[in-house]
């Protein structure tokens, strides 16, 4: 599957540190396997949890497109 990258995943990933960095790109390689779970009220859009990180992405036919890369607190809040 391919994989893409939203602007704002993007300004995401690069705010945070190499250690995290490094996490967050070996759970976005391991995708879709993992802590996932299907976010009520969309459509086609999931959650994988890395440690204190939530990686919100769309599952398409043939992609997987990264929204964004947030910290627990403010990965839900719409």
Not at 17 to 26: E, L, M, V
Not at 42 to 51: D, F, H, I, S
């Amino acid at each position: 599957m391919k994989i893409k990258f939203e602007r704002q995943a993007v300004k995401n990933i690069e705010s945070l540190d190499i250690t995290t960095k490094g996490r967050i790109k070996k759970g976005i390689d391991g995708l879709p396997d993992g802590d996932v779970k299907k976010l009520q009220g969309y459509n086609a859009t999931y959650r994988l949890r890395v440690g204190n990180y939530r990686i919100v992405y769309s599952l398409f036919e043939d992609s997987i497109i990264i929204k964004a890369v947030l910290r627990r607190g403010s990965a839900y809040k719409k």
